[in-house]
């Protein structure tokens, strides 16, 4: 079992940054892929981010639509996975969650992680 919690959410100006952080208690993180995704209102959970396992090199797999702007990354002494988020833009604007999927391909389906966390709720203002 996995506990997931977010953190690092807040209101940002258009063109800000933010760092999220996911801290994993229980079994240790580095067994798992994780991933970050995101919900507005009124619309459906997307993918964001993945990052494999550690032992499987981090690869990471990023969503066309924040590719160039966000970096996942992890920390597994610290439990802990990251999305660095820069040049925020109004369509960024959701609940962020992350999530632990203990196989080690890397995904982009919701349905195919394990545990997920609270979330974190990003507005970016234009």
């Known amino acids: 079992q996995v506990q997931l919690v977010e953190s690092g959410g807040g209101l940002v100006q258009a063109g800000g940054s933010l760092r999220l952080s996911c801290a994993a208690s229980?079994?240790?993180?580095?067994?798992?892929?994780m991933g970050w995704f995101r919900q507005a209102p009124g619309k459906e959970r997307e993918f964001v981010a993945a990052?494999?396992?550690?032992?499987?090199?981090?690869?990471?797999y990023y969503a066309d639509s924040v590719k160039g702007r966000f970096t996942i990354s992890r920390d597994n002494a610290k439990n802990t996975v990251y999305l660095e988020m820069n040049s925020l833009k109004s369509e960024d604007t959701a609940v962020y969650y992350c999530?632990?999927?203990?196989?080690?391909?890397?995904?982009?389906?919701?349905?195919?992680?394990?545990?997920w966390g609270q979330g974190t709720r990003v507005t970016v203002s234009s």
């Open positions: 999530a632990a999927r203990r196989t080690a391909a890397l995904s982009k389906v919701p349905e195919e992680y394990d545990y």
């Open positions: 229980g079994r240790t993180s580095s067994s798992y892929a």
């Open positions: 990052i494999s396992r550690f032992w499987n090199g981090g690869m990471t």
